[in-house]
């Protein structure tokens, strides 16, 4: 105690969170910045050409292939996110405010229990479910309701839209949830007593103390789906493809790694300036005024 | 808005979560090769076949060492950066916790890609040791979240008290700190084996010759007269994942229950 | 004093630019009940926290038992503290908090060792709670079980941080005079912190008042609240109304009082305070220093009733206490009244 007694409290810190911060420097920061790098070479058959250059950039613009799928990417990200946070709100202000305490962990409990399935079979599920000999059209032709099976469930944006909304369900409740159990419940009861009524409650009170929630729901949600590589691949069919299934395409398949690189960066660069965008736009949301 | 429309809702939405994950059994015990109503009838000869099947026994095995693996260190750098998150203040803490948790919102694509340029550019292989590394990045964060609730529930003049009673930093944190958050670190465990079990992304791109359990069925997904089998093995899987987050979440509450806390809910 | 226990001099101690410790010096006893008190943030808890060895501190000695203190870690240091929070350990039983010091003594075996906690158990009123899981016992009983975890290693001193704050106020009264009855029985040298008043002068042999970092006076509770030694001590001491005064040659001139004898070694315009039972209502046909007064507010307590009157000729508001009897009629803001009081209730401090 003595030799860590003279050090100070900072120090310590420093100490106790070197492995993990050196950790993710040498596995994230260090690769980040090496298809960064990347991104500026080009592929000369099976070697780098090192020469700095904009090419890659260049041909990302230029070519429309990539700006349609990342057009479609960041569609497609922003109506998943749209849709799974106004379907999840009702959901989270239920358990919040409607469900006992004590059961209150085993509803949230039941929520997070599918996301923790493995991903890639909740996918292909939906490829069942949606497809042409699928569980829904079989079930819908059995009760008579459709002679034919339906096409236009299966292999465009909007299957990849419904299956991404189910896989990321329980990433939109849980903040918004949060937000929602901070609300001191006396701050409802002050709105009525000054004569509100109950939506102009919700409305003036409520919601504005649960935006910081919605605020993280839709980041934790947005960001990541614009790279789901998984969903557009299985249910998307050639309509349906995002910017990802490219990256990997330029990877594994053309064997262009700075070009897969630079649509990695471009994508990072666009999704990280909205996020931003997103988060000063609406930094004063839920908070006092200073 | 009234309390019964909501409920109403509410179990609506349970429905749409859940219905994916009952179809699996549902088709897993169907006997019939094509996944559609009506069902045939029931087998159980598609969890048979999988006993016979040594690429998915290798990939099974090559799953759980990874997962054993990057539990074990992913839960140890989360007890690290928990520890010094909870417990001293440090100018630019909020920046470099951030950084760490970054993981959690980047994209998988990202993170697979960005390793593999590394990777190869210092000439390393693929290898098992590829795909935990992945793994134990995205994992870390999980477990800083699980753990800095167990950390940051302790009362720190607990830890004083230990050392005012005669015990050295050392022995107050293995007699008074360990025991309480001994269920945290238990759930950090549960959680991240499970993540890297199910994750497919970065094993699909980090792994050499040495296939993953999901990077096989990923690779069984196109043929058709292979998907009950999976579907059998999914249900054992989907068993097996709920047994993990079960015992966890189990353990996370008699954690709080001991130091006696408040349950808020929740892993996240 | 004998040879003191504990020897503080010229103690500093900074967090970062913010000076917490301004040179303090004490000397503390052996068996003395020491309070350190003053408001939030004064220091007291920090001057607590250096003695126990969780601060350090940037000049200045520390000795406990003749012993400098430098360098000696809160491990090895002869004092053991009951924490504010209490610090039960959740995840053992009440036996094995209270044993959870005596893990490293050799000398004792383990028969020993579960004697002497469920000696230090009776001694706190808890025999036979030895099984029960810690996070099954009240408040109350969690302070005994800090108690007698604290006391069974038999420090030199016991340290007590706001040791009563988490309890309701009948608890409170019950324990504090169960903590002094428990201290004059061991014997040993208590250093309570506490922000309450009430609770210092009541169980303290002497109290160190601090403000900012600093003792502002260092006196037994009596002196300290008749004759405080600075107007900031006087004010969170008790209640004290202040008029103002110049002294003159030896005389004081004291606004709505008339003239007096003025302490040594003040002149010019100076402050006198003076407590609520300084003064009284004057009976009919009293002598001695009387003053003329209205009645400005009264609040009425059943067994006291305090006055605010303002000193004729001035401004000056006074408060009174006056106890309640069958004789004693309560008075009516407005009523004009005499005031009864002694020169030796005033207190002068600078302007």
Not at chain 1, 174 to 193: F, G, H, M, Q, T
Not at chain 2, 179 to 198: C, K, Q, Y
Not at chain 3, 263 to 277: F, K, M, T, Y
Request: with cysteine; aromatic share 10%; net charge neutral.
């Amino acid at each position: 105690m003595a030799r860590f007694g003279l050090r100070t409290e900072a120090a310590q810190g420093y100490v106790m969170v070197s492995p993990t911060l050196i950790f993710t420097v040498l596995l994230l920061a260090v690769p980040l910045i090496a298809i960064v790098v990347l991104s500026f070479w080009t592929q000369n058959f099976m070697e780098f050409d090192r020469s700095v250059t904009l090419a890659n950039y260049r041909e990302a613009v230029s070519d429309p292939i990539y700006g349609t799928l990342m057009g479609r990417s960041l569609w497609i990200a922003g109506a998943v996110t749209l849709v799974t946070v106004v379907l999840a709100f009702p959901i989270a202000y239920f358990v919040s405010f409607h469900v006992p305490q004590e059961r209150k962990a085993l509803w949230i409990f039941l929520i997070t229990i599918p996301f923790w399935t493995s991903y890639l079979l909740r996918v292909f599920l939906w490829k069942v479910i949606l497809g042409f000999n699928g569980v829904l059209n079989s079930s819908l032709q059995g009760i008579g309701i459709i002679e034919e099976p339906l096409t236009f469930l299966l292999y465009n944006a909007n299957a990849v839209v419904i299956t991404l909304a189910h896989a990321y369900a329980p990433f939109t409740i849980l903040p918004i949830y949060v937000a929602l159990e901070k609300i001191d419940r006396s701050l409802l009861e002050a709105a009525r007593d000054l004569g509100e009524t109950a939506w102009g409650t919700f409305r003036r009170v409520t919601l504005p103390l649960a935006m910081p929630g919605v605020i993280a729901a839709t980041l934790i949600v947005f960001i990541p789906v614009i790279g789901d590589y998984v969903t557009p691949r299985l249910v998307g069919g050639p309509n349906g493809l995002m910017i990802s299934n490219m990256i990997q395409t330029q990877f594994l398949r053309l064997n262009n790694a700075p070009m897969g690189a630079a649509l990695a960066v471009s994508a990072m660069t666009i999704v990280g300036s909205m996020a931003l965008l997103l988060v000063y736009l609406t930094r004063n949301i839920g908070r006092a005024p200073k | 808005m009234s309390g019964r429309v909501l409920r109403i809702y509410a179990i609506l939405y349970l429905v749409f979560l859940y219905l994916p994950v009952l179809l699996l059994p549902v088709f897993a015990f169907n006997d019939g090769t094509i996944i559609a109503f009506p069902l045939n009838g029931f087998t159980t000869a598609w969890f048979a076949e999988l006993v016979a099947i040594p690429a998915l026994h290798e990939a099974l095995g090559n799953s759980l060492i990874i997962a054993t693996v990057t539990a074990m260190l992913s839960t140890t750098l989360g007890v690290f950066a928990a520890r010094a998150s909870t417990r001293f203040q440090f100018p630019g803490k909020a920046g470099i916790m951030g950084f760490i948790m970054v993981p959690l919102v980047l994209p998988e694509i990202i993170v697979a890609v960005s390793l593999l340029v590394v990777l190869l550019q210092l000439g390393l292989s693929l290898s098992i040791w590829s795909v935990i590394l992945g793994h134990t990045l995205i994992c870390t964060p999980f477990c800083i979240a699980i753990l800095s609730s167990s950390f940051s529930g302790l009362d720190r003049s607990l830890e004083e008290a230990a050392i005012d009673l005669g015990e050295t930093r050392l022995s107050a944190f293995r007699l008074v700190i360990l025991p309480l958050v001994t269920p945290g670190i238990i759930a950090a465990l549960l959680i991240s084996f499970t993540i890297s079990l199910d994750e497919f992304i970065i094993a699909f791109f980090l792994t050499g010759t040495e296939p993953t359990l999901p990077v096989y069925i990923w690779s069984q997904l196109r043929f058709p007269q292979k998907l009950p089998v999976i579907m059998a093995l999914g249900t054992l899987l989907i068993l097996l994942s709920l047994i993990l987050i079960g015992s966890a979440e189990m353990l996370r509450r008699r954690g709080l229950h001991k130091s006696g806390q408040k349950d808020a809910g929740g892993f996240l | 004093m004998t040879k003191p226990l504990i020897s503080i001099a010229n103690l500093q101690k900074y967090y970062g630019s913010y000076h917490a410790l301004r040179d303090v010096s004490v000397e503390i006893g052996p068996g003395e009940f020491f309070s350190l008190l003053g408001p939030s943030g004064c220091g007291k808890t920090t001057l607590l926290r250096t003695i126990a060895g969780f601060e350090s501190y940037e000049s200045g000695a520390l000795q406990i038992d003749g012993r400098d203190m430098a360098g000696v870690p809160a491990n090895k240091r002869p004092t053991n503290m009951v924490f504010q929070s209490y610090a039960i350990f959740p995840h053992l039983s009440v036996a094995e908090n209270v044993g959870f010091g005596l893990r490293r003594r050799g000398d004792l075996d383990a028969a020993a060792k579960a004697r002497r906690g469920a000696e230090a158990l009776a001694m706190v009123g808890l025999d036979g709670y030895g099984d029960r899981a810690a996070h099954a016992l009240s408040g109350g009983q969690r302070q005994r079980v800090a108690l007698a975890r604290a006391l069974v290693l038999e420090p030199k001193v016991l340290l007590l941080d706001e040791p009563l704050s988490a309890l309701d106020k009948k608890m409170r009264e019950q324990m504090q005079s169960e903590l002094r009855r428990l201290q004059r029985h061991i014997g040993i040298t208590f250093i309570l912190v506490t922000h309450d008043q009430e609770e210092a002068l009541t169980m303290s042999d002497r109290i160190a008042v601090m403000f900012e970092g600093r003792i502002a006076q260092l006196a037994a509770p009596q002196e300290l609240y008749s004759r405080p030694a600075t107007r900031d001590v006087a004010e969170f001491i008790g209640t004290m109304s202040f008029l103002s005064a110049e002294v003159r040659d030896g005389r004081a001139e004291v606004a709505g009082l008339g003239t007096m004898p003025a302490p040594d070694g003040l002149s010019g315009p100076c402050v006198a305070g003076v407590r609520p039972e300084g003064m009284s209502i004057a009976e009919a046909g009293a002598d001695g220093p009387l003053a003329a007064a209205e009645i400005v507010e009264s609040a009425y307590f059943g067994d006291m009733t305090t006055y605010r009157a303002r000193l004729a000729g001035t401004e000056a508001l006074v408060e009174i206490s006056m106890k309640n009897g069958p004789a004693v009629a309560v008075l009516e803001p407005g009523t004009q009244t005499r005031l009864h009081w002694s020169p030796d209730a005033l207190v002068f401090f600078p302007a």
